[in-house]
């Protein structure tokens, strides 16, 4: 069966996801994750959509969801790399994503996530 | 519908014919010297022998009062080729219907000469012609009428182009100064090109910058915040600059919500702040 790897790099888990998104793969992605999050006490976590071309509103909701469970499970999510027409049909949609951060590519997303971690560490 | 066996139009336009061109060149040049057309009278004149032996040559082969048989084939041609040159030149239609339809009055003319004291053949002549060419005058208008169009959607094509640039104001930083009215079609446009300039550059912040726009009403609004929304989705941060006090009043009024959107009253406001925001400071050079 298909899956979308998920790699750690220190305390944040980084998952790219570099097939179409069926129904089925993005419930596993879920699972998966919430599960990796408490296993590796990852701070952060950084989804790559760059090579995502269609986006419909399960896998956008999908996407506010993994965001608030790892949240509570104390990790913050980082989405980069959506293309202008998935981001269009997002707002179309009316999927705003509240309380997900964005960025515009990898690196970007990891310099946020890592001032955000070190920010609340020193808390 | 055929022509009468005692019709005279083949005769009067045949060789040698009694159908003065020369008198119908002379009126229509009359008429139109007055306006100082940029056409010259050589050019008039061709145009006019051109339509007149098309004519005979269709009225020759077979009379048939509907223009869409292939007789008449390279008199459409003409005339539409006659219709967007004229149309290009600024004529009005009336120009353009006139110098199809005042080829009546010599065509009649020389009908009557023909006919003598034969009315009733005359009439009937002289009704199958009005029809005809009131069909060919129509025809102008339509193919002007065309043209014009043609040339008003390529305007507003290049307008809508010309009036969507998306300009670095700094590496990391755009702009979008927007002028004019904003519509559904025009946001769209708007929307994509800001979106795919962010990805080219790879630009944090992204500054709209409405003060060329007249009028901000719900829509225009709900225009906007979808841009902005599309935009933070990509992971840059919009700011809405130029809002006049026209504007923030009218906003206001209408209970339009920009929420979380930063906004600021003039674009060097905005580019401070995303100045600031990429971590970059503007400092006075001491001693100057």
Known sequence: MERIPILRMGDVLLVSIQVDMHDRLAQTLQEELAERVVKDRARGVLIDISVLEIVDSFIGRLLGRIASISRILDAETVIVGMQPAVS???????????????????????????????LRTQE | MGLESNSKLVEVLGEKGRVSLNDWKEAQWAAIKIRREPITEEELYREASDFMSLFQQAVKE?????????VWLKM???????????????????EMATFVLSFKQPLFEALKQAHGTDSGALLSDVWMTTVLLDKLGLYCVEEYQKTREAIISRQQKDLLELSTPVVQLWPGVLTLPLIGTLDSERTQLVMERLLQKIVDTGSQIAIIDITGVPTVDTLVAQHLMKTIAAAHLMGAECFL?????????????????????????????????ALKRIGLVVIKKSGE
């Open chain 2, 62 to 70: 077979a009379f048939l009062s509907d223009i869409r048989d292939p």
């Open chain 2, 76 to 94: 459409r041609e003409m005339l539409s080729a006659l219709s967007i040159s004229r149309a290009r030149r600024g004529f009005t239609p009336t």
């Open chain 2, 241 to 273: 600059s130029g809002i006049s006090p026209q504007i923030a009043q009218t906003v206001v009024h209408l209970g339009v919500k920009f929420g979380d959107i930063v906004t600021k009253a003039t674009l060097a406001d905005a580019f401070g702040l």
């Open chain 1, 88 to 118: 269009i049909t997002l707002v179309e949609l009316g999927i705003s994503l509240d309380g997900v951060r964005t960025a515009l590519n990898v690196e970007r997303g990891m310099e946020l996530l890592a001032s955000s971690i070190s």
